[in-house]
Nanobody
Framework: QVQRVQSGGGWVQAGGARRLSCAAS????????MGWFRQAPGKEREFVGG???????NYADFAKGRFTISRENAKNTDYLQMNSLNPEDTAVYFC??????????????????WGQGTQVTVSS
């Protein structure tokens, strides 16, 4: 069992930056594929980006060039660095994890372990 605890949400002005963190319990962190998702009011949960156990990353189109996902295995933590935020980025952000290689890592149904979600609000 893997537990994920998120931190770093809050309010930010448009054009600003925010870093979200997601810590995982257990000694199997290196084997986990990580994903980040977000859900705005009235909308479905959408893929933000992911990082595989080997460190490879991929991103949704809206995140490319603005968001960066990284992982720090020694701290059992992965991060979502968000830059150039705009009001359309306002949402609850979730981290997720799963064991193994996820070829379709944009599919939330493939993830077994989720963080509690953290609100990010971007004001204009």
């Amino acid at each position: 069992q893997v537990q994920r605890v998120q931190s770093g949400g809050g309010w930010v002005q448009a054009g600003g930056a925010r870093r979200l963190s997601c810590a995982a319990s257990g000694r199997t962190f290196r084997s986990l594929a990580m994903g980040w998702f977000r859900q705005a009011p009235g909308k479905e949960r959408e893929f933000v980006g992911g990082i595989r156990s080997g460190g490879g990353t991929n991103y949704a189109d809206f995140a490319k060039g603005r968001f960066t996902i990284s992982r720090e295995n020694a701290k059992n933590t992965d991060y979502l660095q968000m830059n150039s935020l705009n009001p359309e980025d306002t949402a609850v952000y979730f981290c997720a994890a799963a064991f193994g290689y996820l070829s379709s890592n944009y599919d939330p149904a493939l993830y077994n372990y989720w963080g509690q979600g953290t609100q990010v609000t971007v004001s204009s």
